[in-house]
């Protein structure tokens, strides 16, 4: 079994900053892929950003330059650090990992809700 497990969400006002941290937990041999997705009501998910083992990284046009993604290896963790946000950030977040070995797959979090509003 392997669990990925979203916190840092919250309700933060425009131009405000949110970390949001993702930890993998289980049976895991190797993360390959980590990444973070969003969706906003009525609208499909979309990937916001996204963090290969090595550390090569790829963003949303809409998030260049606001956000970061990260992660610790060890920690089997990946973070997103979201500066100058906007009401159009407010969504569900999700993250993801590409897992291989015996449990090779690609899991996903529960979701953690941020919210952009004065």
């Known amino acids: 079994q392997v669990q990925l497990v979203e916190s840092g969400g919250g309700l933060v006002q425009p131009g405000g900053s949110l970390r949001l941290s993702c930890a993998a937990s289980?049976?895991?041999?190797?993360?390959?892929?980590m990444a973070w997705y969003r969706q906003a009501p009525g609208k499909e998910r979309e990937l916001v950003a996204a963090?290969?083992?090595?550390?090569?990284?790829n963003y949303a046009d809409s998030v260049k330059g606001r956000f970061t993604i990260s992660r610790d290896n060890a920690k089997n963790t990946v973070y997103l650090q979201m500066n100058s946000l906007k009401p159009e950030d407010t969504a569900v977040y999700y993250c993801?990992?590409?897992?291989?070995?015996?449990?090779?797959?690609?899991?996903w979090g529960q979701g953690t809700q941020v919210t952009v509003s004065s």
């Open positions: 289980g049976s895991i041999f190797r993360i390959n892929d």
């Open positions: 963090i290969a083992r090595g550390g090569s990284t």
């Open positions: 993801n990992a590409e897992l291989a070995g015996w449990n090779a797959g690609v899991y």
